[in-house]
Nanobody, 117 residues
Framework: VQLQASGGGLVQAGGSLTLSCAASGSTLSSAYMGWYRQAPGKQRELVARISSGGTTDYADSVKGRSTISRDNAKNTMSLQIDALKPEDTAVYYC????????????WGKGTQVTVSS
């Protein structure tokens, strides 16, 4: 499985951005797709994830101002974050994880998001 992420960049506080991720490979059904982020000096943390059935989870820090979506037919996922804050600055990583057999856990290359105040 390969993941191709796009959409990072420099954004002013209060603005919005959309991160996209495209997955290629087989057996992508029943897999969670999600975005994680890692700020300097901090551990990688979950931002949002979505199951193949459309169930979503959001970190409290982005809940209410972000939307994750997925197109199973195209194996793509998007995350829109509104009302960006400087503390959203981090490297964002796309992830796909399948917890039923055959299990797998893949990461895309990170994309930098910088929010200026």
């Amino acid at each position: 499985v390969q993941l191709q992420a796009s959409g990072g960049g420099l954004v002013q506080a209060g603005g919005s951005l959309t991160l996209s991720c495209a997955a290629s490979g087989s057996t992508l059904s029943s897999a969670y797709m999600g975005w994680y982020r890692q700020a300097p000096g901090k551990q990688r943390e979950l931002v949002a994830r979505i199951s193949s059935g459309g169930t979503t989870d959001y970190a409290d820090s982005v809940k209410g101002r972000s939307t994750i979506s997925r197109d199973n037919a195209k194996n793509t996922m998007s995350l829109q974050i509104d009302a960006l804050k400087p503390e959203d600055t981090a490297v964002y990583y796309c992830n796909i994880r399948r917890i039923v057999t055959p299990t797998f856990n893949y990461w895309g290359k990170g994309t930098q998001v910088t929010v200026s105040s």
